[in-house]
């Protein structure tokens, strides 16, 4: 009953720092997204991927980076952390159709200090 | 221009009542999914009801229903009968056409009064 998986839950960064926000989805869906959510913008598309080995860009894709694995696998990659980037990141999953819903996991708390 | 507009930053509502939280948008496609989500403050996403753009009947789910009136291009949230539970972020989401994306508004936080 696992959904959408994504790790860590809470990760505090220096500035200029690197991670790589990890994202798992055991529903066979093609398409897989990366949000993030601040205070008052609700969620913001920074990329998402339609199918295993394509990524398209969203609202706001600067200072990040993607990649799809596998079908299973969308992983979210800030080369150098900057305290703009300090949000709650959620991934999420979809089949291809109007009618499907999206799938969360249960968010990502960083913190750039 | 915005896809998803929520007006509503704010809400309460006296346990029991009824309320509407409004959601509009803005699409060109004649084929396009509307949702609403429940984000409690415990941060998990919960899908609460989908409506179709072909659908001639306003979608229902248990105390949640659509109220869908394609020409205003709104998507309103009615909850009847307002739980405790039920106080949250809600946020209303379009998905155009076959297209992948999935676009959402500011939210809306809804407190349940007592």
């Known amino acids: 009953n696992a959904g959408v998986t994504q790790t860590p839950k809470f990760q505090v960064l220096k500035t200029g720092q690197s991670m790589t926000l990890q994202c798992a989805q055991d529903m066979n869906h093609n398409s897989m997204y990366w949000y993030r959510q601040d205070p008052g913008m609700g969620l913001r598309l920074i990329y998402y991927?339609?199918?295993?080995?394509?990524?398209d860009k969203g609202e706001v894709p600067n200072g990040y980076n993607v990649s799809r694995l596998n079908k299973r696998e969308f992983s979210l990659r800030l080369e150098s952390a900057a305290p703009s980037q300090t949000s709650v990141y959620f991934c999420?999953?979809?089949?291809?159709?109007?009618?499907?819903?999206?799938?969360f996991g249960e968010g990502s708390w960083l913190t750039v200090v | 221009a915005q896809k998803i507009t929520q007006t509503q930053p704010g809400m309460f509502v006296q346990e029991k009542e009824a309320v509407t939280l409004d959601c509009t948008y803005d699409?060109?496609?004649?084929?396009?999914?509307l949702f609403w989500y429940k984000q409690p403050s415990s941060g998990e996403m919960i899908f609460l009801i989908y409506?179709?753009?072909?659908?001639?009947q306003n979608a229902t789910e248990g105390r949640y229903s659509l109220n869908f009136q394609k020409a205003r291009k709104s998507a309103n949230l009615v909850i009847s009968a307002s739980q405790l539970g039920d106080s949250a972020m809600y946020f209303c989401a379009m998905r155009e056409g076959a297209g992948n994306q999935f676009y959402f508004g500011t939210g809306t936080s809804l407190t349940v009064i007592p």
């Open positions: 699409t060109s496609d004649q084929s396009y999914g």
């Open positions: 999420a999953s979809s089949e291809g159709s109007t009618g499907n819903t999206i799938y």
């Open positions: 991927s339609a199918s295993e080995g394509t990524t």
């Open positions: 409506q179709g753009s072909y659908d001639e």
